[in-house]
């Protein structure tokens, strides 16, 4: 294995840690009785940033099984958090959008979550963080770009 794989296979290693953290971080600021996980967050969070979305998009935005996303949504509506509008492009794919009970929830779930974050004390300023973030930004969008090219793709 060559230094530029490896390098990506750390690279990789140490973002699934910090999605883990994040996660456990995520579960201990703002811990929900009535079931509601971090995935179901995630979805709040899409909806709350992208505004009204299908089922689809919201999949593609991950990117996971449109199922996943529809048991998430299933189980949101059912709390009443989030709600299916029509949808003039797509008569059987409805807009799904927070009801205001969902916004209140996210906004609460967010409130909690600066909370945690404001209490915690990085090593790593707010400038190297966001040029992090760059980065990061940059590696996914290749690896978009080669999803996107389908099987069989090559390698760059």
Not at 7 to 24: D, I, K, N, S, W
Not at 50 to 65: C, D, F, K, Q, Y
């Amino acid at each position: 294995m060559g230094s530029r794989e490896a390098t990506f296979l750390a690279l990789g290693g140490a973002v699934r840690h910090l999605f883990h953290q994040l996660r456990a971080v995520s579960e201990r600021a703002a811990p929900a009785h009535d079931g509601l996980t971090p995935s179901h967050r995630g979805v709040m969070e899409s909806l709350s940033a992208m505004g009204p979305r299908t089922v689809p998009e919201l999949a593609r935005a991950r990117p996971v099984a449109r199922q996943h996303i529809q048991v998430l949504v299933d189980d949101l509506a059912e709390l009443g958090l989030v709600e299916a509008r029509p949808n003039p492009a797509h008569k059987r794919s409805p807009l799904l959008a927070l009801t205001p009970a969902g916004e209140r929830r996210f906004a609460a779930i967010r409130a909690a979550e600066s909370e945690a974050l404001a209490s915690i004390r990085f090593s790593v300023s707010s400038a190297r963080m966001a040029a992090a973030t760059e980065e990061l930004a940059a590696v996914s969008r290749d690896l978009e770009r080669w999803l996107a090219a389908g099987p069989g793709a090559e390698a760059r």
